[in-house]
């Protein structure tokens, strides 16, 4: 079979078995719901039946989606100007009975009432599993996020919010609780109330035509690497750190947000595909054991793309990096067009940091323990680059070479 006909294949056997899947949830949560307003109502719940699909199939089915969500996405996304307003999204965010999320889930210390939050239509942008907006909490200007998920992500970030709510650093975005709108009967819409940042993320300021400077990148990297160490010494892996994950508030302070994919550390965990494929560790790919060096190869690529101001695997579609960082980064060869090298003309110290990061063997990368140590270093080293030599280092591009490779002829080892 030719790999073209095999991809076709398993788009096709993906989509059936996440139709499935999801029909199996959808008539689960229906018969719940029944069950709960029986018991409300001093009633024997009535038997209901579900499709005809085990539990545990379900579940391993469900895991098998999020594996192969790489494979179902569109390999470009859709541009709509349109942008959604508060009441246009309630048709597909997570909603359930208030009693049933208020007993799945402790939320009681985390909740903020909604008369006390003045919602907008002023759309900020997009995160994981929702649409963030523009609100007023407690006389300041605050980002609502408005979950959009199935219920199963929607209770997934729930819980994150209990654990969000302990974290407590000045680089972190700070997370002010959760609000239960339940304005329309027996519906619970729910919105997360977090920090809002006027200067937008490291994206902009990475994309920007003006160099960053020798000040704002050591501050920033310092910045990051404490805010990811103190992450990690609470036992927690974060799992997609990229520039639009970094955000600058009024005063260009750091604030590491979007926890949407980060997960309390469980020894030897094996992780899904999740993250930002240009980001994302080779450990992950290979779906072997991870660490929090996931992250150290995430700040790796970040670190890079701050020095060099240029976007990591530019022109290259994203099934291929997921392919190739996997298939070159966990070989010895460093070679390969897809390892990012430093400029010629870097500094000893940071083209150490890159490489260092950027190492095959997870436990061979630095710690951010170690990292932090290693920033001051950094600094003191480009006290004795000029600004010349500095703006240099962006002009250097990294050499990516057949970026109009397509996925579908690449071979399968």
């Given at each position: 079979?030719?790999?073209?006909?095999?991809?076709?294949?398993?788009?096709?056997?993906?989509?059936?078995?996440?139709?499935?899947?999801?029909?199996?949830l959808?008539e689960?949560r229906?018969?719940?719901?029944?069950?709960?307003?029986?018991?409300?109502?001093?009633?024997?719940?009535?038997?209901?039946?579900?499709?005809?699909?085990?539990?545990?199939e379900?579940a391993?089915?469900?895991?098998?989606?999020d594996?192969?969500?790489?494979?179902?996405?569109?390999?470009?996304?859709?541009n709509?100007?349109?942008?959604?307003?508060?009441?246009e999204?309630?048709?597909?965010?997570?909603?359930?009975?208030?009693?049933e999320?208020?007993?799945?889930?402790?939320?009681?210390?985390s909740?903020?009432?909604?008369?006390?939050?003045t919602?907008?239509?002023?759309?900020?942008g997009?995160?994981?599993?929702?649409?963030?907006?523009?609100?007023?909490?407690?006389?300041?200007?605050?980002?609502?996020?408005?979950?959009?998920?199935?219920?199963?992500?929607?209770?997934n970030e729930?819980?994150?919010?209990?654990?969000?709510?302990?974290?407590?650093?000045?680089?972190?975005?700070?997370?002010?609780?959760?609000?239960?709108?339940?304005r329309?009967?027996?519906?619970?819409?729910?919105?997360?109330?977090?920090?809002?940042?006027?200067?937008?993320?490291?994206?902009?300021?990475?994309d920007?035509?003006?160099?960053?400077?020798?000040?704002?990148?050591?501050?920033?990297?310092?910045?990051?690497?404490?805010?990811?160490?103190y992450?990690?010494?609470?036992?927690?892996?974060?799992?997609?750190?990229?520039?639009?994950?970094?955000?600058?508030d009024?005063?260009?302070?750091?604030?590491?947000?979007?926890?949407?994919?980060?997960?309390e550390?469980?020894?030897?965990?094996?992780?899904?595909?999740?993250g930002?494929?240009?980001?994302?560790?080779?450990?992950?790919?290979?779906?072997?054991?991870?660490?929090?060096?996931?992250?150290?190869?995430?700040f790796?690529?970040?670190?890079?793309?701050?020095?060099?101001?240029?976007?990591?695997?530019?022109?290259?579609?994203s099934?291929?990096?997921?392919?190739?960082?996997?298939?070159?980064?966990?070989?010895?060869?460093?070679?390969?067009s897809?390892?990012?090298?430093?400029?010629?003309?870097?500094?000893?110290q940071?083209?150490?940091?890159?490489?260092?990061?950027?190492?095959?063997?997870?436990?061979?990368r630095?710690?951010?323990?170690?990292?932090?140590?290693?920033?001051?270093?950094?600094?003191?080293e480009l006290?004795?680059?000029?600004?010349?030599?500095?703006?240099?280092?962006?002009?250097?591009?990294?050499?990516?070479?057949?970026?109009?490779?397509?996925?579908?002829?690449?071979?399968?080892?």
């Open positions: 079979m030719k790999l073209k006909d095999l991809e076709k294949k398993v788009r096709r056997e993906a989509r059936n078995v996440e139709h499935e899947v999801r029909h199996f959808q689960t229906r018969n719940r719901r029944r069950e709960q307003v029986n018991v409300e109502n001093n009633a024997q719940p009535k038997s209901t039946s579900t499709p005809s699909i085990n539990k545990d379900a391993n089915l469900a895991e098998q989606i594996d192969l969500s790489f494979s179902t996405a569109p390999s470009t996304p859709t709509d100007s349109k942008q959604p307003e508060w009441n999204v309630e048709e597909n965010i997570g909603t359930g009975t208030l009693s999320i208020n007993t799945s889930i402790d939320i009681t210390d909740t903020i009432p909604v008369s006390e939050v919602f907008t239509d002023n759309v900020l997009g995160g994981t599993f929702g649409v963030i907006f523009l609100g007023i909490y407690q006389g300041q200007a605050v980002a609502i996020k408005r979950l959009i998920c199935q219920d199963k992500n929607a209770r729930i819980k994150n919010i209990k654990t969000l709510l302990k974290l407590k650093h000045k680089n972190l975005l700070k997370t002010f609780g959760i609000c239960l709108d339940n329309k009967k027996n519906i619970v819409y729910s919105t997360i109330v977090m920090e809002y940042c006027r200067n937008g993320n490291l994206r902009t300021q990475v920007d035509a003006k160099r960053i400077t020798k000040f704002f990148f050591i501050k920033w990297i310092k910045e990051i690497a404490d805010a990811m160490l992450l990690h010494d609470c036992n927690i892996v974060h799992r997609d750190l990229k520039p639009e994950n970094v955000l600058l009024e005063l260009f302070d750091i604030r590491v947000c979007d926890f949407g994919l980060c997960r550390l469980e020894a030897t965990a094996a992780m899904s595909y999740c930002t494929f240009a980001y994302m560790a080779p450990e992950i790919i290979a779906q072997q054991p991870c660490s929090t060096k996931v992250d150290v190869w995430s790796g690529v970040l670190f890079w793309e701050m020095l060099t101001q240029s976007r990591p695997y530019a022109g290259i579609i099934g291929r990096v997921l392919l190739e960082i996997g298939k070159h980064c966990l070989a010895t060869d460093k070679n390969s897809f390892y990012l090298h430093p400029p010629q003309e870097c500094p000893e940071i083209a150490a940091m890159i490489n260092e990061c950027l190492l095959n063997d997870p436990h061979a630095p710690s951010f323990s170690i990292i932090t140590r290693r920033i001051p270093f950094i600094e003191e006290n004795y680059v000029d600004d010349t030599q500095w703006a240099l280092l962006r002009l250097e591009q990294s050499n990516f070479s057949d970026t109009s490779q397509d996925l579908t002829t690449l071979s399968m080892s």
